[in-house]
């Protein structure tokens, strides 16, 4: 499955960089996140807990953020698996300058396996999407809550 879009921050790309990469920030904003922990140089294991439809249920897996290039890109690998089956994602990430903020622009595919892979397209899509939706509305919330206080037991790696 395919992903794309952009959205725009209202911060620099150094700051909008430095947030992206805050473990506070990216469990804050993983929809149904439970536990979010350090694996490791830019990789966390974690645990989410989803209530959406045929794909609702417990998840275990990790984040990992490779081939950083600071402020401009990043490329996020992530690897989920639960009883209702699996899923994994490779989505790269811009960062540019806009005006006084930045746009991020991102682009990527996923892949799910077991019960997952047997729901219709149409529904994988559709919550897909909500739950793209719902990170990005969080991420923009906790990246303006980051810059503004980021002295507020937010950590930057």
């Known amino acids: 499955m395919q992903m ?45 807990e989803l209530g959406v ?11 990992a953020v490779l081939d950083a290039d600071r402020p401009h890109t990043m490329r996020l690998e992530l690897e989920l ?11 790269s990430v811009r960062l540019t300058a806009q005006d006084s903020g930045t746009r991020v622009s991102y682009q990527g595919e996923s892949e799910v396996g077991g019960r997952l ?11 897909a999407k ?9 991420l923009a ?3 303006a809550d980051h810059v503004r206080s980021p002295e507020q037991g937010r950590t930057t790696p």
């Open 141 to 143: 919330k906790e990246v």
């Open 81 to 91: 698996t639960g009883g209702p089956g699996s899923v994994s994602a490779a989505i």
């Open 53 to 63: 439809a045929g794909v609702g249920g417990r998840y275990q897996g990790t984040l």
């Open 4 to 48: 794309a879009g952009e959205m725009r921050l209202d911060t620099d790309p150094e700051r909008a960089f430095d947030a992206l990469l805050d473990p506070g920030v990216l469990e804050r904003s993983i929809p149904g996140c439970r536990a979010f922990e350090s694996a490791g140089d830019s990789q966390w294991r974690l645990a989410a």
């Open 130 to 138: 909500m739950l793209e939706r719902q990170f990005m509305t969080r």
């Open 117 to 127: 892979a047997g729901i219709g397209q149409r529904m994988l899509d559709s919550v």
